[in-house]
């Protein structure tokens, strides 16, 4: 008989709204989990402020001794503050920490080897083991049974392709669907064009080197791995058979990195004709990879919004950034989808080597020329994993700052020491209450904030678009001695 093990979401308290898409990738974990045997819990915090109350009482309540705990590098000082209650509710259990932050501190720690060195990277890694008993990184599906083996190793690597560990095309087939099941589906409120909608992963992986982008040098996350278009097919039509969703967010890097792209597109409106329903769809595509035929097959599949990280508006950020795209490109794949009937939501980030004042301005005007339908700007954070962290020195007089410099321009980015398992305000969630811990030759920490700020308050003044409102954070009430059902869903 297998022990049972509990997986947990960390709240997100930086965004404005939790209960939007739900944590994919460790209902993936678990549901691959279930599949071999074992009883599976969720412990889902999402939108939970008292969150802390809500774990010590669910550890004192479970009999489990394996937690495994999914976080980002925002999340992380939450999923520290989750690992201390649960020790002092429980203090023998087994607690593991997989999913992104752990992968791109890994990556990281590879990079540093490979120069023969020791730094940050290597030290944050190190910190993790203070909380953690296993570390797992890149693919947890397979990877977590190792975990909770007697003898586990403290460091479990999924992220490499010669292992065993790391998963293949043919297994993202034959694994099961997320676990969607063990949380509350219906406290998720996501509708896109009306239409209540959930989120699937069609594929794995972007290729691109962006300089400002995780996981660059994490196979996890940019190797490209691909599901056949009918297998994808199959988890639309279980969606909207099991939920009655008509909705779907496919939450995959760039829908049109797949070279099948058009086969899917074709293979979805298909699907509807067959069943008798009308699907809406949202995604995420690469702009200079976008064409007519592309958009013109996402709409009729029934694709009413992609979302495209253009980033900037000025040439010489673009450069800097190593994005691959001009902003000519970026300029045609607003009309290609213009053309088409698709709405964009513009993805921007300021803060990268060599933004001026100038630059910001120039992002401005472009957002203002082109007239998205919606927008995000957020100020860049050199995460672990990043080029702009990963290739950074540190400052000969102050060890504490540590600047990349762009080898095609020798602009510059600063950044300062950030401690992730204790710092989270650096994520651009609600406005006012996040600091900027990069600065460049030309723009301050501040400034960058004041012309974030500034520039969005701008562009949605003159388009019209709204600004998102902030969704209040559940309170946990343990008066009555048990987790409700929008925390806990599943069955020890």
């Known amino acids: 008989m297998y022990e049972a093990i509990s997986f947990i979401i960390p709240p997100s308290a930086f965004l404005l709204d939790e209960r939007v898409f739900m944590t994919l990738g460790v209902l993936k974990v678990a549901a691959a989990v279930e599949l071999r045997g074992r009883p599976v819990e969720v412990l889902d915090l999402s939108g939970i402020k008292n969150f802390i109350e809500a774990v010590h009482d ?31 509710a429980r203090p023998n259990v087994r607690i593991i920490l997989g999913g992104p932050h752990v992968t791109l501190v890994a990556a990281a720690v590879k990079g540093e080897r490979r120069l ?6 290597s030290r944050s890694f190190q910190k993790l083991y203070e909380h953690f008993d296993v570390l797992v990184a890149g693919d947890g599906e397979l990877a977590v049974e190792l975990a909770l083996q007697s003898a586990a190793p403290q460091f479990i690597d999924a992220d490499d392709p010669a292992q065993p560990l790391f998963l293949t095309n043919q297994d993202l087939e034959q694994l099961p669907f997320p676990a969607r099941h063990l949380v509350d589906v219906d406290s998720y409120h996501y509708t896109i064009e009306g239409e209540r909608a959930l989120s699937l992963i069609a594929q794995l992986g972007c290729p691109f080197e962006c ?10 996350l940019r190797r490209v791995r691909t599901r056949q278009s009918a297998h994808v097919i199959k988890e639309i039509v279980h969606l909207t058979t099991i939920y ?6 496919l939450y ?3 829908l049109n990195v797949n070279r099948n792209m058009l086969e899917l597109m074709r293979g979805i409106y298909e699907a509807q004709e067959k069943i008798g329903v009308e699907w809406r769809f949202r995604g995420f595509i690469k702009s200079q990879l976008f064409t007519d035929e592309q958009a013109e097959a996402m709409y009729r599949a029934g694709f009413r919004w992609i979302l495209v990280g253009f980033e900037s508006g000025a040439p010489r950020i673009l450069e800097n950034i190593n994005k691959r795209a001009t902003r000519d490109e970026n300029t045609r794949c607003m009309e290609i989808a213009r053309r088409h009937g698709l709405k964009v939501k513009a993805l921007m980030s300021i803060g990268h080597p060599g933004e001026s004042l100038e630059t ?3 992002t401005r005007d472009w957002l203002l020329k082109m007239r998205p339908d919606d927008f995000d700007v957020t100020i860049i954070t050199t995460y672990p994993g990043t080029p702009y962290y990963d290739f950074a020195l540190p400052l000969q007089d102050d060890p504490a700052t540590w600047v990349y410099t ?8 600063y950044s300062l020491e950030v401690d992730y398992v204790k710092t989270a305000n650096y994520y651009k969630g609600i406005p006012g209450e996040y600091s900027a811990y ?5 723009l301050t920490s501040d400034e960058l904030i004041r012309e974030r700020d500034a520039l969005e308050v701008a562009v949605r003044d003159a388009l019209g678009i709204p600004f998102n409102k902030s969704v209040p954070a559940l309170l946990y009430e343990h008066s009555m001695g048990q987790l409700p059902s929008y925390i806990l869903r599943g069955t020890l």
């Open 58 to 88: 669910y550890a004192r309540l479970t009999p489990t001794r394996y937690f495994g705990i999914t976080a980002t590098t925002p999340q992380m000082p939450a999923a520290i503050s989750i690992a201390e209650a649960i020790r002092s």
């Open 406 to 413: 762009c080898k095609k321009t020798g602009d510059r980015l």
């Open 244 to 249: 009655g969703v008509r909705g779907v967010m």
């Open 360 to 362: 910001v301005h120039e």
């Open 116 to 121: 023969g060195i020791t730094g940050r990277a």
């Open 252 to 254: 995959d890097d760039e």
């Open 438 to 442: 990069v600065f460049t030759d030309f």
């Open 211 to 220: 300089g400002f982008c995780g996981g660059r040098q994490s196979p996890f």
